[in-house]
């Protein structure tokens, strides 16, 4: 897994960088293009933390509807729904942590997607 390190992962919103992996963390730049959304979604094994960097982000958080501008933080716990939409002309920038006992890609149940 270490060879995914700083290589960009293309997604229909935009993409996405992992800069470091641990055991039980990973961190990941994400760029949501401008009127972009992931797809609503939750994770059976991890929790997330997102701290924007650039950008205002439109978080879907369970029944919660929530903005989150430049340095403001959010975290998302195992099995709670959740998206982050980008309604802006720029791209949207996030810190993206992920923490648990089993963190992988295939841990991502997706709800509704583009």
Known sequence: MKNSIN???DRPW???R???ISDNFTIKILKINPNSQISLQY???RSEHWIVTKGTANITKGDQTLILNENESIFIKKEEIHRIENKQQDDL???EVQTGD???ENDIV???DI
């Open 93 to 95: 920038i996030i810190v």
């Open 110 to 112: 997706r709800l509704d």
């Open 18 to 20: 992992t800069i470091f």
């Open 7 to 9: 290589k960009v992962v």
């Open 14 to 16: 935009g993409n996405f």
């Open 43 to 45: 994770h059976k094994n």
């Open 102 to 104: 089993k963190i992988s």
